[in-house]
């Protein structure tokens, strides 16, 4: 399909519309906490539609910040549905690698270095606990988490790129019938791993092809712009490898290094959204004596002891700090999850002080360490481990 400038900015339209409809139902108490990680999705996909409607208008800065935006929300996923990997469905954990391949991928559109290294760094701590659950059922699976696993080594370039690549390569070997795309895909990585040039460029030409084989003629720019296959030129660049797409799927104002001087700027601004907790997942309960408990969940996959940096921070403060109690609280006034007289002894005990902080651990190994000293430093009461949560 071609673009006209009037059907991208009809596009545009319906984009940021999606986007203000996402920001809606999010501040309007329409998303279930179980309905978090579906709902990331749904509003990752609003914004990826809006950033390659941009960039097919030449629109660069609005179209990386976008995908910024997408990209969180992709990551967002897959953090909230580790949260609750004791009773989400067991295929949740098995999806995982692909959905942080997605986010990695949507965090190297935007350019935004914190954020693309920060979602590798999560994908190469992936653990191996998760081929102990699915290799024997889903050889597919093995392949996509050596895959995840390579391309985050790569952007952080990583010496562990090689190994895991050789896993890959073993991998895709074993598959009964692979793709094109497993077939070409190790070969592109190798080319990058070593510095060769002719063969990425080959490699990305055979991607192209099976990319374009898939959906020959897309209706909507979000599908027609060849994302995966940008983000794998973006990802050579990082490494001094420079290849050549001749495609207008794969826009230049999407792959250029620099921001032009005339970059176009779009009569779109949706900085005033919201879709996101500032808090994540939390709870509020009493203990055996009544007394008011707010409860936070993180994740950490068991290797190893917990220490107190592994305590993650959101965007209102690292779990359990006051800062994020408050903003928590806030968030359990508005929503229908939590019941009314609940937060407002909860939110008397953390006046009065007696409020209890209980952090609950998931973890996906049934065996390793518990926790060590540092976390004693931290405002923590009570500490329970999920060993094993995403078993069944």
Same mark, same amino acid.
């Given at each position: 399909?071609?673009?006209?400038?009037?059907?991208?900015?009809?596009?545009?339209?319906?984009?940021?519309?999606?986007?203000?409809? @996402?920001?809606?139902?999010?501040?309007?108490?329409?998303?279930?906490?179980?309905?978090?990680?579906?709902?990331?999705?749904?509003?990752?996909?609003?914004?990826?539609?809006?950033?390659?409607?941009?960039?097919?208008?030449?629109?660069?800065?609005?179209?990386?910040?976008?995908?910024?935006?997408?990209?969180?929300?992709?990551?967002?996923?897959?953090? $909230?549905?580790?949260?609750?990997?004791?009773?989400?469905?067991? @295929?949740?954990?098995?999806?995982?690698?692909?959905?942080?391949?997605?986010?990695?991928?949507?965090?190297?559109?935007?350019?935004?270095?914190?954020?693309?290294?920060?979602?590798?760094?999560?994908?190469?701590?992936?653990?191996?606990?998760?081929?102990?659950?699915?290799?024997?059922?889903?050889?597919?699976?093995? &392949?996509?988490?050596?895959?995840?696993?390579?391309?985050?080594?790569?952007?952080?370039?990583?010496?562990?790129?090689?190994?895991?690549? $050789?896993?890959?390569?073993?991998?895709?070997?074993?598959? $009964?019938?692979?793709?094109?795309?497993?077939?070409?895909?190790?070969?592109?990585?190798?080319?990058?791993?070593?510095?060769?040039?002719?063969?990425?460029?080959? &490699?990305?030409?055979?991607?192209?092809?099976?990319?374009?084989?898939?959906?020959?003629?897309?209706?909507?720019?979000?599908?027609?712009?060849?994302?995966?296959?940008? &983000?794998?030129?973006?990802?050579?660049?990082?490494?001094?490898?420079?290849?050549?797409?001749?495609?207008?799927?794969?826009?230049?104002?999407?792959?250029?290094?620099?921001?032009?001087?005339?970059?176009?700027?779009?009569?779109?601004?949706?900085?005033?959204?919201?879709?996101?907790?500032?808090?994540?997942?939390?709870?509020?309960?009493?203990?055996?004596?009544?007394?008011?408990?707010?409860?936070?969940? @993180?994740?950490?996959?068991?290797?190893?002891?917990?220490?107190?940096?592994?305590?993650?921070?959101?965007?209102?403060?690292?779990?359990?700090?006051?800062?994020?109690?408050?903003?928590?609280?806030?968030?359990?006034?508005?929503?229908?999850?939590?019941?009314?007289?609940?937060?407002?002894?909860?939110?008397?005990?953390?006046?009065?002080?007696?409020?209890?902080?209980?952090?609950?651990?998931?973890?996906?190994?049934?065996?390793?360490?518990?926790?060590?000293?540092?976390?004693?430093?931290?405002?923590?009461?009570?500490?329970?481990?999920?060993?094993?949560?995403?078993?069944?």
């Amino acid at each position: 399909m071609t673009f006209t400038d009037e059907t991208l900015r009809d596009h545009l339209e319906r984009s940021e519309a999606e986007v203000r409809r @996402m920001g809606r139902l999010w501040n309007e108490d329409k998303v279930p906490v179980d309905g978090v990680p579906g709902f990331a999705y749904s509003a990752a996909k609003a914004y990826e539609q809006l950033a390659c409607t941009a960039a097919l208008l030449g629109a660069v800065s609005q179209s990386r910040r976008w995908f910024g935006t997408a990209a969180s929300l992709h990551y967002e996923r897959v953090v $909230s549905g580790r949260l609750r990997r004791d009773s989400r469905e067991r @295929m949740v954990w098995e999806a995982e690698p692909r959905k942080l391949s997605e986010a990695l991928t949507t965090a190297l559109l935007s350019r935004d270095e914190k954020l693309s290294t920060g979602i590798a760094r999560d994908a190469v701590a992936l653990d191996e606990a998760y081929l102990d659950e699915f290799a024997d059922e889903y050889p597919d699976s093995v &392949a996509s988490y050596y895959q995840t696993r390579v391309k985050a080594a790569l952007v952080l370039d990583d010496e562990r790129a090689s190994e895991w690549l $050789s896993k890959l390569v073993e991998t895709v070997e074993t598959l $009964s019938d692979p793709s094109r795309y497993w077939q070409v895909i190790p070969e592109f990585y190798r080319a990058l791993d070593g510095g060769d040039e002719e063969a990425a460029e080959s &490699a990305i030409g055979e991607l192209l092809e099976f990319y374009v084989e898939r959906d020959t003629d897309p209706d909507e720019p979000r599908k027609y712009v060849l994302r995966s296959l940008c &983000a794998l030129v973006l990802l050579a660049r990082r490494h001094d490898v420079h290849v050549a797409v001749d495609s207008a799927r794969v826009p230049k104002y999407l792959v250029q290094e620099a921001v032009p001087d005339d970059d176009r700027r779009l009569d779109v601004d949706v900085s005033d959204v919201t879709a996101t907790s500032r808090v994540g997942f939390f709870d509020l309960e009493r203990d055996e004596d009544g007394i008011p408990v707010i409860v936070a969940r @993180m994740y950490q996959s068991g290797r190893g002891d917990i220490t107190a940096d592994d305590v993650p921070e959101r965007e209102a403060g690292r779990i359990l700090s006051d800062d994020w109690i408050e903003a928590a609280l806030d968030e359990a006034r508005w929503r229908d999850h939590y019941d009314d007289s609940v937060v407002e002894d909860a939110a008397t005990a953390y006046r009065d002080g007696s409020l209890l902080r209980k952090l609950v651990v998931v973890q996906d190994r049934t065996d390793g360490g518990t926790f060590d000293d540092t976390l004693s430093a931290l405002p923590v009461d009570t500490i329970q481990l999920l060993k094993g949560a995403g078993r069944r």
